[in-house]
């Protein structure tokens, strides 16, 4: 049981990290092709600023998370190992 557990938190860890870094490739390579647009419009090149601004901190962001949710995988998989040795 507690097998099954760690393998659904890896499991579900590894789909919403991939979700999520896929999200950032998106906005940036959205922001900087509205950035290097030809259109003279100055208000989408700073809407292609911000959108490049925004995803380098989600992409700090993700990887600090990706860095917790990897200890915590790590935990549950110690813990599943206490439980399943100790009892």
Do not use: C, Q, Y
């Not at 950035?35 to 989600?58: C, F, Q």
């Not at 998370?65 to 549950?76: E, H, S």
């Amino acid at each position: 049981m507690a097998a099954d557990i760690v393998e659904m938190v890896e499991d579900l860890t590894g789909k919403l990290t991939a979700l999520a870094w896929a999200l950032f490739l998106l906005s940036w390579s959205i922001g900087w092709t509205l950035r290097g647009s030809p259109i003279p419009s100055s208000k989408v090149k700073r809407v292609g600023n911000s959108l490049i601004e925004d995803s380098m901190w989600a992409a700090l962001w993700l990887a600090l998370g990706t860095t917790v949710f990897a200890v915590i995988v790590k935990l549950a998989g110690i813990v599943s190992e206490v439980l399943i040795g100790g009892g």
